[in-house]
């Protein structure tokens, strides 16, 4: 199973250690396309690499399109995570939304009010872990 873990890069970085938890989590489900958003210094990694943002474009749409489904960390306000999403539901594909309430970020009502988008709010890894089983075993 191809899994695409979406969440906030340029957004901001407060979240990334809860990521690769998250990311290390899926993989007992499948293959996870996008492990480099687990990374601490991705955009290091990436500019090393010589990815342009057409570069990072193009492969996050081609691994967005290859997905079986699609789960998204969505408390961090991210553009990008938000474009992902869009493309995703356009597509038809799964799509898990999990987000933390908290008093700086309110979540987007073009996630919690798409009826193509299961947001689940939780507290803690410990949460998200059966709310991803059951989303995955359910959907896919
Ligand atoms: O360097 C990157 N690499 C990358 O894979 N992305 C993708 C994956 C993430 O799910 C999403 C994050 O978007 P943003 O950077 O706007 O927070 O976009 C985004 C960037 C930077 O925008």
Do not use: C
């Not at 193009?58 to 306000?77: C, F, G, K, S």
């Not at 507290?123 to 995955?136: G, K, Q, V, W, Y």
């Amino acid at each position: 199973m191809n899994l695409f873990f979406s969440a906030s890069i340029r957004g901001g970085r407060d979240d990334v250690d809860l990521y690769a938890d998250l990311i290390n989590h899926l993989n007992r489900h499948g293959d996870v396309l996008t492990e480099h958003i687990g990374e601490q210094d991705v955009e290091a990694k990436e500019q090393a690499q010589g990815l342009t943002d057409a570069d990072i474009y193009n492969q996050d749409v081609y691994w967005l399109r290859e997905a079986d489904a699609v789960i998204a960390e969505v408390t961090t306000p991210s553009l990008g995570v938000g474009y992902e999403l869009g493309r995703a539901v356009a597509w038809d594909k799964p799509v898990l939304a999990l987000y933390r309430p908290d008093a700086d970020h309110e979540l987007s009502a073009m996630v919690r009010g798409n009826p193509d988008v299961e947001v689940v709010e939780y507290e803690t890894l410990d949460d998200a872990r059966p709310t991803i089983d059951a989303f995955l075993s359910q959907h896919v």
